[in-house]
């Protein structure tokens, strides 16, 4: 089957993998242009960009496809049956949808209509959900909000972070899509009242606020793991929280470091973190860090 891949981050690349290695042709993969990366702000291929040349593929990396008529040539040109979309990056114009014969297939990390948007993974685990999932959808040009061809959903552990649900998702999406080329599944309609929505996350909402529950606390943590990384100040110290605890106790300011543990008070209930990191050290468990770091009496978390 004449296939085009579009996709970028390292979410995509077992999709694109899978539909090589299954026997498809692979007629261009898109995805988002080299960007400035590292001290040096040298140029950087995103993931699906290399992973593609690896494959010996042919690569666009557009720019924008909206008024883009030379790009939309070039799409409409190649006779495709269908477009496979996994977190490409740019929204896709209708003639873009319109062109391959089966439409455009979009690979996306949430049971839809739950969490639509930007960054369904981890709003899943912010949330408390029990479970998340891959949908395959039949693409339109609303965010998300195309029709149902298959799902298949994942447990949310008590433990799980988004860097866990990541891999898993990665994996089920490339499985799932094949099986839907394979063997086309009737649409079904997004009930819009179930509709909830997942923002795209910035650096900015990493910093924790300690007036909120501590259970909420723990679940941003993981759900902020690798990226943007949970934090807060303690004077004019950056910390990263990477795993922490819900425990007993609160009973203090909120943000207030309770004892020697590292128990922090919380707008409700207490969090112990377990593995935490100064900025520019080495990721270290609560015990070793405070093997080289006493924080001052009645010191506070901002």
């Known amino acids: 089957m004449k296939i085009a891949?579009?996709?970028s981050p390292e979410f995509s690349v077992?999709?694109?993998t899978a539909l090589v290695q299954a026997g498809h042709e692979v007629a261009v993969v898109y995805a988002q242009p080299p960007k400035p990366a590292g001290r040096g702000q040298k140029e950087q291929k995103?993931?699906?960009h290399q992973a593609a040349e690896a494959l010996g593929l042919p690569v666009r990396t557009p720019k924008?496809?909206?008024t883009n008529a030379e790009e939309l040539e070039f799409f409409q040109d190649l006779g495709l049956e269908v477009a496979v979309v996994?977190?490409?990056g740019l929204i896709l114009p209708q003639a873009f949808l319109d062109a391959p014969r089966r439409g455009c297939l979009n690979i996306h990390a949430s049971l839809l209509p739950r969490w639509r948007?930007?960054?369904?993974?981890?709003a899943a685990i912010a949330a408390?959900?029990?479970?998340t999932g891959i949908t395959i959808m039949q693409m339109e040009a609303g965010l998300d909000t195309g029709p149902m061809l298959r799902r298949a959903g994942v447990p949310i552990g008590p433990?799980?972070?988004a860097a866990d649900m990541h891999d898993t998702l990665a994996e089920i999406g490339a499985k799932l899509v094949l099986r839907e080329l394979e063997a086309p599944s009737p649409p079904v309609a997004q009930n819009e009242a179930l509709t909830t929505y997942a923002a795209k996350l910035s650096r900015e909402d990493a910093r924790l606020n300690f007036l909120l529950p501590a259970v909420e606390l723990e679940r941003l943590i993981r759900a902020y793991y690798p990226w943007p990384g949970a934090l807060a100040l303690l004077g004019d110290m950056v910390i990263k929280f990477l795993a922490a605890e819900v425990v007993p106790g609160g009973e203090g300011i909120p943000g207030e470091i309770l004892d020697d543990k590292f128990t922090i008070a919380c707008g409700e209930g207490a969090l112990r973190p377990t593995k935490l990191q100064r900025a520019g050290k080495a990721a270290m468990n609560t015990k070793d860090f405070l093997r080289g770091f006493t924080p001052p009496e009645g010191a506070r978390f901002y």
């Not at 408390?128 to 479970?131: A, F, L, N, T």
């Open 86 to 88: 996994a977190a490409y």
């Open 159 to 161: 433990r799980d972070t």
């Open 14 to 16: 077992p999709a694109l």
């Open 128 to 131: 408390g959900d029990v479970e």
């Open 117 to 122: 948007g930007a960054a369904p993974i981890q």
């Open 64 to 66: 924008k496809l909206r």
């Open 46 to 48: 995103c993931p699906v």
């Open 5 to 7: 891949f579009m996709g």
